[in-house]
């Protein structure tokens, strides 16, 4: 995959937002249990600590359409990189619970802004070929963050026994993101903005100087007119989302977004260590070494994805990988159910990790961030990924609960009534996308554009289906 320098390393830059979202998010897997046992928490109360951030998240995520269209794409992204880094030293250092989820709820913030913006910023600078997989370095970006995190929480775990973690080493977990959010916020200084945001600025030489920049040898001159095209019919009309054909393109969106966290993922992203030493009655450091196990498959079948999402189109990958995760739930459920749990569920937990960071993990991003008109796309991406930072606190704040052997549907189903209903939201996710989603390989963001613009036609199951052949 041939791609300028400039774009690289734009789009680089932009990605750390995606680390910082996957370092933050999944820093709670390995302090989960030392959490528990310092504040003293209930199954509910640890659900809301691991899942405050997530708060956070919702309201980042809310308010990441509105900064984006004022501040930029950059300037947004500065507030992000701002916001991880005060998370990072105010949750090392709480005195009370309530400070602590105070902390990460500012740093759900910066996650929810990052989790819109940075994938966004990446799909209005990549050329239509390359964009699949220049967006996809975002979820690659998120899945290497995890894995960091992981390392590093496995590497404090040894540093002490079980009463220093749950004392004093959890803490270093948190005060770690410091270094990357430092990083972050340093390199934004040296990026533009992207191109789209500066025409619609009014910032027309810019964003042309910008275009030729990162296409290098290549005509900008249609790019250019597809670009003008596009936010100039805004001036003649006022654009709602709500208006026919972008109701429609919303709802696919929404939709995607929770389709992607309701099939389960977080329970694992989260709660990896729980859940190894439930199945396997495995030791706290041989369940974070699993949970690095999880972490170096996800970023392995990410890379995949991010070398065929643009060859074998968003469609296939994303209904492929949704069957394979819906086998290896119920399967993992099954196991629960019957009292068979044994360290053989490994296999199956690293199966459904596989198949989802080739499909729902990074072809969700790479759909929302290009599905979009360019008119709407910061306040239609923000509400989409509203629904999706909501559906995410959902799965995370009730997988505790579900998941105590206290609970009446633990009691009822031995722990495996959770995993059935993720796998049947798998089965949803298949017939959703083939009957709904379009086939978005190849095309212009502006081309794309054009197809919820057809009316009436633009939103009926027939044309939708016309448009994945």
């Known amino acids: 995959m041939r791609t300028s320098t400039n774009l690289m390393l734009i789009t680089m830059v932009?990605?750390?937002?995606?680390?910082?979202?996957?370092?933050?998010?999944?820093?709670?897997?390995?302090?989960?249990?030392?959490?528990?046992v310092y504040f003293h928490l209930s199954p509910a109360e640890l659900g809301f600590g691991a899942s405050?951030?997530?708060?956070?998240?919702?309201?980042?995520?809310?308010i990441a359409g509105g900064l984006s269209t004022k501040y930029g794409r950059k300037g947004t992204l500065l507030m992000a990189a701002a916001a991880f880094f005060v998370s990072a030293?105010?949750?090392?250092?709480?005195?009370?619970?309530?400070?602590?989820?105070?902390f990460r709820i500012v740093g759900g913030i910066g996650v929810g802004i990052a989790s819109m913006v940075s994938p966004m910023f990446i799909a209005e600078i990549a050329p239509p070929k390359k964009?699949?997989?220049?967006?996809?370095?975002?979820?690659?970006?998120?899945?290497?963050?995890?894995?960091?995190?992981?390392?590093?929480n496995y590497g404090i775990a040894l540093m002490g026994d079980d009463a220093w973690l749950h004392s004093i080493g959890w803490r270093w977990m948190f005060a770690s993101g410091v270094v990357p959010a430092a990083l972050f916020l340093g390199l934004l200084l040296f990026i533009p903005d992207t191109p789209r945001w500066l025409a619609m600025k009014g910032r027309e030489s810019e964003a042309k100087d910008l275009l030729r920049q990162i296409n290098k040898g290549k005509d900008i001159d249609e790019q250019w007119q597809e670009i003008e095209q596009s936010l100039t019919s805004t001036s003649k009309e006022k654009v709602s989302i709500r208006k026919a054909g972008f109701a429609g393109v919303l709802f696919?969106?929404?939709?995607?977004?929770?389709?992607?966290?309701?099939?389960?993922?977080?329970?694992?992203?989260y709660y990896a260590p729980v859940i190894f030493k439930s199945l396997a009655s495995s030791g706290t450091d041989v369940a974070m070494f699993e949970t690095i196990l999880v972490g170096a498959v996800n970023l392995l079948f990410t890379v995949i994805a991010i070398f065929t999402v643009d060859k074998f189109g968003r469609k296939p990958l994303m209904m492929v990988g949704a069957a394979i995760m819906?086998?290896?739930?119920?399967?993992?459920?099954?196991?629960?159910?019957?009292?068979?749990?044994?360290?053989?569920?490994?296999?199956?937990?690293?199966?459904?990790?596989?198949?989802f960071a080739l499909s729902l993990g990074p072809v969700t991003w790479v759909l929302l961030s290009e599905i979009f008109p360019n008119k709407v796309r910061a306040k239609a991406l923000s509400i989409a990924v509203f629904a999706q930072w909501v559906a995410n606190y959902l799965v995370s704040q009730t997988f505790p609960m579900m998941n105590a052997k206290s609970s009446y549907v633990y009691q009822a189903y031995h722990g495996g009534f959770p995993f059935w209903l993720y796998g049947?939201?798998?089965?949803?996710?298949?017939?959703?996308?083939?009957?709904?989603?379009?086939?978005?390989?190849?095309?212009?963001?502006?081309?794309?554009?054009?197809?919820?613009?057809?009316?009436p036609q633009a939103t009926s199951p027939s044309y939708q289906a016309s448009l994945g052949k």
């Open 14 to 36: 932009a990605a750390l937002g995606g680390l910082l979202f996957g370092y933050d998010t999944a820093v709670v897997a390995g302090a989960a249990e030392s959490l528990q």
């Open 52 to 62: 405050s951030a997530l708060i956070g998240c919702v309201i980042g995520a809310i």
């Open 89 to 102: 030293v105010g949750t090392a250092m709480p005195f009370p619970f309530e400070s602590f989820v105070f």
């Open 131 to 152: 964009r699949g997989a220049l967006v996809s370095c975002n979820q690659f970006a998120i899945i290497f963050g995890m894995l960091l995190i992981y390392f590093v």
């Open 252 to 269: 696919i969106g929404i939709a995607l977004s929770v389709l992607q966290q309701i099939t389960g993922i977080n329970v694992f992203l």
């Open 326 to 355: 819906s086998l290896s739930m119920f399967a993992i459920g099954t196991a629960a159910y019957l009292d068979a749990v044994s360290g053989y569920l490994v296999v199956f937990v690293l199966g459904y990790i596989a198949a």
């Open 424 to 455: 049947a939201f798998g089965i949803v996710t298949i017939f959703f996308v083939a009957k709904w989603v379009p086939e978005t390989k190849g095309k212009s963001l502006e081309e794309l554009e054009q197809i919820w613009e057809r009316k």
